[in-house]
């Protein structure tokens, strides 16, 4: 779908349906096709996607197989890796990964974990396979992201450990003179790390060797975060590639572990109303809002207005906020996390597991001043419950039969128990001090 904007003047390709630009396709290295149009000068795509799963069995497991159905590969096509941590290694067509079974990466029920990985390559040689099956390349998306959506409540505990979007401009529209310019002034914000009173340095990081490259990240090293490069000097390192434009500038969004399933929603939904460029800049506004040059402090730079270039390159009015999920978004989104299974009983059994050790020291060490211990944690944790704990608790509840609790409910029952466990705690200290006043053991009934 192509899109013109009278303030951009550019053309967008969106949703890889084929124009008169002809790039087709949502992944990777579009400037390297011979077919490559100067018309194009803004492009979105996929350029990596990891799934997360558990118990797999063997190439007949029927997941596997029709994961990798709706990615058009033969499973009987896979070449065998060696790997000394995991179990299994296998490599479908040219890049897709699948391995699994390493001993440092169960579950928390002992179940062995699996991965499938694409990397942008994979991703591309995806498309050219739904091509030749004479599949649109949107539909073909489609089709594979409902499948792992679908896959998310079952108990596969499915998660998409990282997943790659991507805005490429090829007409200098910032360039690296001018976002160098504005990282160095700290004029931006980053919605997954607070800059206040700390060095930028910590959540920057600009590579530059010689002539061999030029590239920013901004966010979370370890979690999600922006790199912004340059894809023509990148390709040129890497094989010497071709590359069939001047200016190749690549803003590249990573989504993590948590963030990586609400993007990847995110994305679903955006392939269902046919709006994935839309989509790709609102979630990479959630990750860096470049500002226009300001009086404000670090602490409030958030206030300052976005950068006039910055809103024209990402096109959109309000960024995803994937920090501000409600309860009822994860409810409805089916992005409950995956860590137990769905029955109370396995629940239970994971904390009696994990949780009596603590709680029996705890006893021990102070036995007299137990309860009121344990009402001092539920107090502690009764600051930070939020809606992804209740989230939690309601798919546990709504299983086993349990009438749903909303928010002040829960809080309500926190309360009641904090409140009683200290009435327990003083109704024994005023029992042992009865009894050093009597010098005797009192039948005393404890009414609480």
């Not at 040129?236 to 069939?244: H, I, Q, Y």
């Not at 989509?279 to 226009?292: A, M, N, R």
């Not at 009015?317 to 299974?341: F, H």
Request: aromatic share 14%.
């Amino acid at each position: 779908m192509e899109r013109n904007n009278e303030n951009l003047k550019v053309k967008i390709v969106e949703n890889g349906i084929e124009n008169d630009s002809r790039v087709d396709g949502l992944s990777n290295t579009r400037p390297s096709a011979d077919n490559f149009s100067k018309y194009t000068t803004i492009n979105s795509c996929i350029d990596y996607l990891k799934i997360r799963f558990v118990n797999f069995y063997d190439f007949e497991d029927s997941f596997l197989n029709k994961i990798l159905k709706k990615l058009y590969i033969n499973i009987d096509k896979r070449t065998f890796k060696n790997s000394s941590i995991y179990k299994v290694f296998y490599i479908f067509d040219e890049d897709v990964d699948f391995y699994g079974g390493a001993e440092t990466q169960v579950d928390t029920f002992g179940n062995y974990t699996y991965f499938l990985e694409l990397k942008g390559h994979a991703l591309r040689m995806f498309e050219l396979r739904l091509k030749e099956h004479e599949m649109d390349i949107r539909k073909g998306y489609l089709d594979l992201f409902e499948f792992i959506f679908e896959n998310f409540t079952t108990n596969r505990k499915i998660q998409i450990k990282r997943i790659d979007l991507v805005i490429d401009d090829y007409t200098n529209l910032i360039s690296k003179s001018e976002f160098d310019k504005k990282m160095k002034e700290k004029c931006f914000s980053s919605f997954f790390k607070t800059l206040s009173n700390v060095d930028s340095s910590v959540y920057t990081k600009r590579i530059e060797k010689a002539n061999k490259g030029w590239s920013w990240y901004v966010g979370s090293r370890n979690g999600t975060h922006m790199n912004v490069y340059d894809k023509v000097q990148e390709r040129k390192n890497r094989a010497n590639l071709d590359v069939s434009v001047k200016s190749w500038i690549r803003y590249e969004g990573r989504f993590i572990e948590s963030y990586g399933d609400y993007a990847f929603i995110e994305v679903y939904k955006s392939l269902l109303n046919n709006e994935f460029h839309n989509c790709v800049c609102k979630l990479l506004g959630s990750i860096l809002d470049i500002k226009e040059k300001n009086n404000y402090s670090q602490e409030d730079i958030c206030k300052a207005p976005t950068w006039v270039k910055w809103k024209k390159l990402l096109n959109f009015n309000k960024p995803i906020n994937l920090r501000k999920y409600s309860q009822a978004e994860l409810e409805q989104l089916m992005i409950i996390r995956k860590k137990e299974e769905t029955t109370a009983e396995r629940t239970l059994s994971w904390l009696n597991k994990n949780v009596y050790r603590g709680i029996s020291l705890m006893f021990l060490l102070d036995a007299n001043n137990f309860e009121k211990n344990i009402a001092d944690l539920l107090d502690k944790f009764s600051t930070k419950f939020d809606e992804t704990d209740l989230s939690t608790i309601n798919n546990y509840r709504v299983q086993n039969g349990l009438e749903r609790l909303d928010y002040n409910e829960a809080l309500r029952l926190l309360f009641y128990k904090i409140d009683n466990l200290r009435n327990i705690s003083n109704s024994n200290v005023v029992l042992d001090i009865a009894k050093k006043v009597f010098n005797t053991d009192l039948n005393l009934k404890n009414e609480n």
